[in-house]
């Protein structure tokens, strides 16, 4: 079965600074995986996706993620952290014919 | 190309009524999936419909409900309503054809006193 495990429930982190939020997945077959981004209040919003190719995936607002399939990872990255982006983080996996499974999310922090 | 919308975008109700809460997809979208967000239990998938059949559904009672219309607009009912059941139910669509990214709308906020 797939599932999705964000080991971080809340980071907090200065502005600035750099930023890797952890996402390990376990899936039968070779993933598609999604970050999204959830301000209070609002859905989700796709930050990047991978199902094929290059490993190491750009995105929106400055992020990039890389696929570790040795490690079964998918985790987060971001060179320098600004205020705006605090909220929630969550990491999924999912297939064209699947229902997607998300994991419980990471709550960002960002220190001025 | 427009987005995913929902409506309404906050509802009140009280234990034991029913409500309908209604997913316009993008165009072009014929899977229509919704989810159920909660700060206790996170995001916890509901149902998905495809071409107005139900193709994958989640561990809810039966008191989830939902149709998807000829046009791929969808619709979900929950029936004798539950405190519990407060929570931010979101609408997500996708082409199928593709990988499968999901695009989600705003949400509906539910609040039963």
């Known amino acids: 079965a797939q599932s999705v495990t964000q080991p971080d429930i809340h980071i907090t982190v200065s502005e600035g600074a750099s930023l890797e939020l952890r996402c390990n997945y376990s899936?039968?077959?070779?993933?598609?995986l999604f970050w999204y981004v959830q301000s209070p209040g609002q859905g989700l919003q796709l930050l990047l996706k991978y199902f094929s190719g290059d490993t190491l995936v750009q995105g929106i607002k400055g992020f990039e993620a890389e696929f570790k399939r040795s490690q079964s990872s998918f985790n987060l990255r971001k060179p320098s952290v600004h205020w705006s982006d605090a909220a929630e983080y969550f990491c999924?996996?999912?297939?064209?014919?699947?229902?997607?499974?998300f994991g419980a999310g990471t709550r960002l922090t960002v220190k001025p | 190309k427009a987005g995913v919308t929902q409506t309404p975008r906050y509802l009140i109700k009280t234990r034991g009524q029913q409500v309908t809460l209604s997913c316009s997809p993008i165009s072009g979208h014929r899977s229509v999936s919704w989810y159920q967000q909660t700060p206790g239990q996170g995001l916890q998938f509901l149902f998905e419909y495809f071409s107005e059949t139900q193709r994958n559904k989640g561990n809810f009672p039966g008191r989830f409900s939902g149709r998807q219309f000829s046009n791929s607009r969808s619709e979900m009912n929950v029936s004798t309503l539950e405190l519990g059941d407060s929570a931010l139910y979101l609408c997500?669509?996708?082409?199928?054809?593709?990988?499968?990214?999901?695009?989600f709308g705003p949400g509906t906020r539910l609040l039963v006193l």
């Open positions: 997500a669509t996708k082409t199928v054809a593709g990988e499968g990214t999901q695009y």
């Open positions: 999924a996996v999912g297939a064209r014919d699947n229902d997607m499974r």
């Open positions: 899936y039968g077959a070779t993933p598609y």
